[in-house]
């Protein structure tokens, strides 16, 4: 997504050889106009996929992840990274290691949001290692539901995560795919 590409150049930034922080229009303020495009571009590649329903992780994954949601015609849910006074014992859960935080978060959903024989189509504001494309996964199987694919806003395509999704036989379909973060320079892969 071309769009998308410039702003991360515009606006990115390299911490160390494999951090992008872009917090100015994903991870914390959100570029609405533009969000609105990413679920436009992810509804547009699954839409013969008869999804279900939309599942991401909190917090980044949400609005992207809304953004397609809506223009599927279908819910929204997110797996929490902590249980809430709320949350109750009537969940799927699984164990995710946070490439950012370098800490393991428990993802998880409640029972009542995720049925068996949905197609599920799952979105992430980026893929590095894989882990929390993992994590989602699983929380679809246990449900009895189908990983009908996974939409991601910034995939580090250096790392490891492109290879654990399409092990899983997952269709992966990302809007930006970054090759190299060295030396402080962003560079995209050329599809
Ligand atoms: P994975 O589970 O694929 O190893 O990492 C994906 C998760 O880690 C994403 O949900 C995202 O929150 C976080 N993450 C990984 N790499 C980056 C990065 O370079 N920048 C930011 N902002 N988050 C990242």
Known sequence: MKELEEKILEEGIVLGPNILKVDSFLNQQIDSKLILKMGKAFAEYFKDKKIDKVLT???????????????????????????????????????VYSFTKEVT????????????????????????????????????????????????????????????????GIDLYSLARIKSLDDGKIEFVEE
């Not at 992840?65 to 799927?92: I, M, P, W």
């Not at 959903?109 to 996964?137: C, H, P, R, T, Y």
Request: proline share 2%; glycine share 8%.
């Open 57 to 95: 992780v909190e917090s980044s994954g949400i609005a992207p992840a809304l953004a397609t949601a809506t223009e599927l015609g279908v819910k929204c849910v997110f797996a929490r990274k902590q249980q809430s006074l709320t949350t109750g014992d009537n969940v799927y859960h699984s164990s």
């Open 105 to 168: 978060n428990e993802l998880i959903v409640s029972k009542n949001f995720l049925n068996e024989d949905e197609n599920v189509l799952m979105i992430d504001d980026f893929l590095a290692n894989g882990q929390a494309a993992k994590g989602m996964v699983a929380l679809v199987r246990q449900a009895g539901a189908n990983p009908a694919g996974l939409g991601i806003v910034i995939e580090k395509s250096f790392s490891d995560g492109r290879r654990v999704v399409e092990d899983m």
